[in-house]
Each structure stands twice: as C-alpha cells, then as structure tokens.
C-alpha cells in the first residue's frame, strides 16, 4: 500500500487490519494520522488523503459485515476499530481493574446505565478512553468482561490447563501478557507463573546480578534462539539466555527457528529502566501507577536524571 489512491480491494481490506492494528497498539496516545504515515513509512497524509482514507475504510469495513460506528452524526474512525480489535493494549491494566470489580459485584450486569456510567467512572479514573470504550460499548464490553471471568474460573479450577488452551474461547492476546504481567495474575491469582511457562519473559536475578531471557523447553529439535545478536540453542528443558546489557532495548524480538519454521515474540525491553518484582524475578509493567506491596528491583544501564516515586522503602 504505497499509495493513496486507488484502493484494490485487497488494499482496502489491509487497511481495515492496519486500522486496527493501530488502534490496538497507539490508542492512547491520540495521534492516529503520524502513526499511519509511520507505519506505511511515506510523508504525512493531506487533509484530502485522510478523508479519502477514512472513505475507503469505511466501504471496506461494510462490505466485510461489520459495524460503523457513529458520534454526532458523523463517522468515528478510530472508534469503529476500537469496537472491533478490542481492548486497547494501552487500556489493559485498566480494564483488568474492571474485570476484578466485577469478580466482587455479582449483579454487575443487572445495573442500569446510569449506575453503570458511575460505576465506570469510579473504576477508571483518568482513563478518559477506557471509560468512553465501557460506556459507549457496554455490550461489547460485557462480553469480554465474561470471557475474563470465564477464564479465570476454568485456570483456577483446572492448573494443568495454559492460556493456548483458553485462547480457542476467549478473546486473549499474547500481547497483554507480554507487557501487562499482571494479566497472570488476575487469571491464575495462587501460581501467576506457570501461565508464563511456555513463553519467553525476561528476569531479573538478584544474587548474580544478570538479566536473562527466560524460554522454555523445545521439542522438535535442533532449534535455535535469536535475541538481537545474541544466538543459542534451544534444549529440550527450560532455560535462561543470558542478556544483560542486551536487554536495553525499548523493544525484544525474540524468534525460535526450529526445522519446521520460526515463531516470534515481539517483548518489551528494559529501556531506559526496568522493574522486577523480586519473588520471582519477572519483569514489572513500567507503566503501572500502582504497585502490590512487595520488594522491586529498578535495574537501568546508566544513571537516572530523576526518579518519582511514593511509598517505598528504598535501598541504593
């Protein structure tokens, strides 16, 4: 998609993705049009391109038999990819707040919309847009609230069960483990950890001092792992890649290749710093405004110009 105009059908219908796929990652920052233009890698779109955009948009997502949404009579872009992708990876943590009221609220679903309005806005507090998305969306938003519940009951109760298997019948994505750790432990409260398992996650080991790439067993051997230029060999048990100062990064790719093809994992990095929880070493959510009481790590390769916090007991 190098260009504006015109669209083939094929086109229009990766703009309905690429739609989509922006709303998911950069909701939260309110900037639609830079992002596009960074995404397809050209000059920013002209008033008249964004227009004949949203049109082509708009035709793509009817003829694929979904829902435009509206506001004040007029369409809403960046909502009607909202509806569809789902929570926004920037509105996860929030949502899992819900998802917790709503585990001690048994009528949660009873409540009127005004109630439900007040309800929203005691929960999200100055996430604007996650409240915006639960109020104007409350059906959408329910469901998803259920499949959460749904998937919390059926890990608690069955711990051999992993998120692949809940994945076929709820709406999961990697992602919100991936940078949201805190998703494990809302859906596995008493051992968060082994949802984490078959995935690569980075950690944090006190007593040595090191950040390693936690992955796990392989199967189908020989296979390797690729971290940036760090190359090893994957084993049949699970083991730890030692990075430390690869570890820097904003962002991880992380690719197994094993003889029948390659899967990859796209981490965040401890860029400028990171926070790991010391019970088990993984890594924190750096977004989060609140934390449980218990012991971190802030690890950075360099010296922090300055560092807000409240709350903790600290040790150099």
Known sequence: ???????????????????????????????????????????????????????????????????????EGSADWVGTAIYHIGIPLSLWE?????????????DWE??????????????????????????????AARVKIQEMLGARKVLTEDESLTIDDVKQVCFLRSEYFDYVPETADFLRPANPASLLEHSPRLVWDEQRWRLSLHVPGVAALPASWRIATVLQQAALTPHEILLNSAAFNPALKVRLEEPNGAQEWDLPGSEPWGLFDLSDGRAVNSKREQLPVRAYDLISQGPLASVQREGFDEQE
Not at 94 to 106: K, M, R, S
Not at 110 to 116: G, K, Q
């Open 1 to 71: 998609m190098a260009h504006v105009a015109p669209w083939t059908r094929r086109e229009s219908h990766c703009l309905a993705v690429l739609y989509g796929g922006l709303a998911f990652y950069e909701y939260q920052d309110r900037a639609l049009w830079p992002q596009f233009a960074t995404a397809l890698q050209r000059q920013p779109f002209l008033p008249n391109e964004q227009t004949q955009i949203n049109a082509t948009f708009s035709a793509a997502v009817s003829r694929l038999g979904l829902r435009v949404k509206r506001r």
């Open 110 to 139: 009873a409540l009127d919309d005004a109630d439900w309005r007040g309800a929203m806005s005691g929960r999200t507090g100055g996430l604007t847009r996650l409240k915006t998305f639960l109020c104007e969306n409350r059906e």
């Open 94 to 106: 929030g949502f899992l707040d819900v998802c917790e009221w709503a585990l001690w609220q048994p």
